[in-house]
């Protein structure tokens, strides 16, 4: 029975663990640099406008964040692009993945609304049915407010 046991003492005392810290390290690292690109999409600081029954945004893998600033310029995935090929990259985007793909458009309540509607425009020419305009939640309207 004492040899079975200097065994198993010997098999462990010989047991590093350099090689599975090394992996939690690089895994650690992984996660860092794969999160930081998630919020790239949500980086450009737009000012959205306001909507009392605005919803948290809840991302989906196939979601498609097109950004407006304030001067009418669109940007997805932090590059800037014209109408035409913002038009393109739509239709891309649906060949690879039809009826599944979501537009999130984040447009500063600054600009023009022109450029919002080419936006909404460009996703209807590329079939794309599901898109969406995002806003921040207001507080709840103040009783003494007219309503249309």
């Given at each position: 029975m004492s040899i079975l046991i200097r065994n198993k003492s010997r098999a462990l005392e010989s047991l590093t663990m350099t090689p599975l810290i090394d992996v939690v390290f690089n895994l650690l690292i992984f996660f860092l640099i794969a999160s930081k690109f998630a919020e790239e999409e949500r980086e450009l600081p737009v000012r959205l406008?306001?909507?009392?029954e605005a919803q948290p945004l809840l991302s989906k893998p196939r979601e498609l964040f097109i950004n407006?600033?304030?001067?009418?310029?669109?940007?997805?995935r932090g590059k800037l692009l014209?109408?035409?090929e913002l038009e393109k990259l739509l239709l891309e985007a649906w060949s690879a993945n039809p009826s599944r793909t979501t537009v999130i458009i984040r447009a500063d309540e600054r600009c023009r609304l022109q450029p919002v509607v080419s936006a909404i425009n460009a996703c209807k020419k590329a079939h794309i049915t599901d898109y969406r305009l995002a806003t921040r939640k207001t507080g709840p309207p103040s009783e003494g407010a007219n309503s249309p």
């Open positions: 406008p306001d909507a009392s407006i600033d304030e001067n009418g310029r669109y940007y997805v014209r109408l035409s």
